[in-house]
């Protein structure tokens, strides 16, 4: 089965952490493949001592990405030197090229383990941000027939939403972000 969690509400990321956890404790093994995210949030420590059942590899840059028009000035001042902003359709072809790289021998090693579940966490975002190809994820997800593939992140492209078995779109409601709190330490990082 193919499964999207999607939608601008928190939790997307924290499903799947939940559903890994789960899948191990059925003995399964897991692959846990996040995009955009270097080695900063606290749920990689734990993840990473379930190895070997658990692999959990990143490939990102320690910034975030926004395309020209999505942030207001107070945003962008906010963010400050932790963002790069691009013009659309022409993501940093740096970033561009380490994903790339870094998928493609994530991909190696996934089809050598043959996981029962793997988490492609923040790959909807990368998918709409170009920063990586829909040939790339299509190519795995023919591969992988008998592998439970969970896709985390905003913006899920139709063309993905239309092959998957299951959607769940988590839709904000209220967050205190608006009220200007930030990222808590075992929270959301």
């Known amino acids: 089965m193919l499964q999207i969690y999607t939608g601008k509400g928190k939790g997307k ?7 890994a956890v789960r899948s191990l404790g059925a003995g399964h093994k897991v692959f846990f493949l996040q995009f955009m995210k270097s080695l900063a949030y606290s749920e990689q420590t734990l993840l990473k001592k379930f190895a070997p059942q658990l692999i959990l590899e990143t490939t990102g840059k320690p910034f975030f ?9 107070e945003q962008l001042k906010q963010w400050g030197d932790n963002i ?24 190696v090693r996934i089809l050598g383990m043959k996981p029962d579940l793997l988490v492609l966490d923040e790959v ?11 040939q790339s994820i299509e190519s795995l997800l023919d591969c992988l027939l008998e592998t439970e593939v969970v896709c985390t992140g905003r913006n899920a492209p139709e063309w993905l939403l239309e092959r ?13 972000y608006n009220k200007g ?3 808590r330490k075992g929270i959301e990082n």
């Open 13 to 19: 990321t924290t499903a799947a952490i939940g559903l």
């Open 65 to 73: 990405v926004a395309e020209e028009g999505m942030l207001d000035e």
């Open 84 to 107: 790069v902003v691009f013009p659309h359709g022409k993501p940093p072809a740096d970033y561009v090229k380490m994903i790339k790289t870094e998928f493609n021998q994530a991909k």
């Open 124 to 134: 909807n975002v990368a998918l709409f941000f170009d920063l990586i190809d829909r």
């Open 164 to 176: 998957a078995d299951l959607i769940t779109d988590m839709q904000e409601v209220r967050h205190y």
């Open 181 to 183: 709190v930030e990222a």
